[in-house]
Each structure stands twice: as C-alpha cells, then as structure tokens.
C-alpha cells in the first residue's frame, strides 16, 4: 500500500549502497554493488525519501564525451508507484542536462516508454535482453576470425571502434567492465587487425556480456563463441534489432527471449553513434 508520507529529494550517495541496491532488487533489476558504484563515479543521482529515510526513488545521469548523457535507473518502490515519483525526478534530470547543454539519451523498457514519449524522448532504434541458464550447444570456433584475450596495447583500437559505435570515447567505462568480468574482456582479428570486441560484467542476477561490437560478420558470432568458452551461465546479453544473425546464433546456444528496450533520444532525431556496428550494448543502464 502506498505511503501517504511526504517525500523529499535528496542526492544519491555512493557511501550508501544499500538503499539503491534495495531499489534494484524491487524492480527485478540485474544491478549489484559494483553497478551502483561505478554508475555514481561517472555521473550523478538523485532520490526520494520518506522521512524515515527510506529510498522510494531514484534516478541517474551519466555524462559521454560532453555531448550528450544517459538518463539511467528510473527506479520506484513498487508500493510508491504512480505517484508521479518517477517523473518528478525525471523532470529534475533533464533540467540538469539542459543546463549543461547535452542530449538526454535513455533506453526505456516497454512500461517506462509513453512516460518517456510524454517527456519529448523520440524512438530511434531497439534491442533485447536475452537470459541463458544452460548451454544448448557447444561452443566453437568461428572460420574467418581470431578471438583471443584482450591485452593492454589492444586499448587504443578498442576506444576507436567503440567511439565509432557508441558516439563518444567512455574509457573509464570499458576498463571498469574489462576488470569486472575478465574472462569476457576479448577481441576479433581478422589479418593481424582488430575487427571486432566484447566485454562483460558481473552482476546480481546474471553475469552480463556487452558491449560487443563488431566491423567484420564473422567476428560476431565468434566473439560470442569465444566468451561462452570462458563464461559460465547465468548471462544476459542485449542484441540489437539490427542483429539478427547474432541473435539467432545466441539462440541456438539456449539464449531465451526476455523483454524488449528501445534507445530514445529528446531533442535529436537520432542516437549518436553507428548502431550497424554496435551488436550488443552495455545495458540499458548504461547505454
């Protein structure tokens, strides 16, 4: 049942974890500790709280390349619902990122989707969350493409392709994910070039793999075989529309359909980057 206490706003605190992962845990979200930590050390957020000091509300933004910003964990306690807690602090994101001038770019689920479109987010592109709790076949080498761990001198061709995908160099981001889920940290050569890289995290209720991005057809699926030689399920995995030899690969391994996202922009016509190239993404919360 719904609180009739008042609320007020206040801002998120990276020394207090508990409170966001409660939030998550509510919403059925995959975020665990390290999640919250890094998304409070490359942006900010702000929450609602009873005065008792429970957290019923949050929201967070993350700033890439001074452009543009992800609007990010739009989080409600299910009892506080349609309050209008979620569009208040919407609301107080997007003045922030007005007044800095950068792009609100956010990846909505399909309940958070009107609320958005009423906000003046406009659709660009989709993706999906795929689970895999067993393996169905077994994983192999691709022809055409060498998979191998990522190794430092492979940073700086990382970040280009990246940038190219994403519309903006995020490298506090990508080495974050490369020391969270080493395993998954790999890249495609084709010719003595990298074409192509994966990197993964993990997290609360499965190990999550993206990005994966990927200039070469072969290197796709092979940096997907490459990490379930290395990574044991639970993983979820966001596969872009625009992929769909990716996602039929993923569901022959076991991958199962989840649910829906769709990457809306306000403001632009567009999301910045070459979504052709980008197969799989970090994840909704973090673009």
């Given amino acids: 049942m719904a609180s009739s206490e008042p609320v007020c706003e206040q801002t998120l605190d990276p020394g207090r974890l508990e409170p966001l992962l409660a939030l998550s845990r509510a919403a059925g979200w995959n975020q665990n500790e390290a999640d919250w930590r890094l998304m409070l050390e490359l942006g900010r957020g702000w929450g609602l709280a009873r005065p008792d000091g429970t957290l019923v509300a949050s929201t967070l933004v993350l700033p890439y390349g001074g452009r543009f910003a992800w609007v990010s964990m739009v989080l409600v306690l299910p009892e506080e619902r349609r309050r209008g807690h979620a569009s208040r602090l919407l609301r107080r994101a997007l003045s922030e990122l007005q007044a800095r001038r950068l792009t609100p770019i956010l990846d909505a689920t399909p309940a958070g ?63 974050a994910l490369a020391l969270r889920l080493p395993a998954a940290a790999l890249v495609a050569e084709r010719a003595a070039r990298i074409v192509g890289f994966l990197l993964g995290r993990d997290a609360r209720e499965a190990r999550q793999l993206g990005p994966l991005v990927s200039l ?20 979820f995995i966001d596969i872009a529309d625009h992929a769909p030899a990716l996602r039929a690969r993923a569901e022959e391994h076991g991958f199962i359909f989840q649910r ?24 909704p919360e973090l673009g």
């Fill in 260 to 283: 829906p996202f769709t990457r809306m922009v306000r403001g632009d016509d567009h999301a910045p980057g070459d979504p052709r190239i980008m197969m799989a993404v970090a994840g």
């Fill in 216 to 235: 070469a057809p072969e290197a796709t699926p092979a940096l997907l075989a490459g990490a379930l030689a290395r990574v044991s399920p639970p993983l």
């Fill in 113 to 175: 989707r009107a609320v958005y479109a009423r906000e003046g987010f406009r659709d660009t592109w989709g993706f999906a969350r795929y689970a895999l709790h067993a393996p169905r076949l077994a994983a192999a080498a691709i022809p055409g493409a060498e998979v191998r761990a990522l190794a430092d001198a492979d940073w700086p061709a990382i970040m280009e392709l990246d940038a190219l995908a994403f519309g903006a160099r995020r490298e506090r981001l990508l080495r």
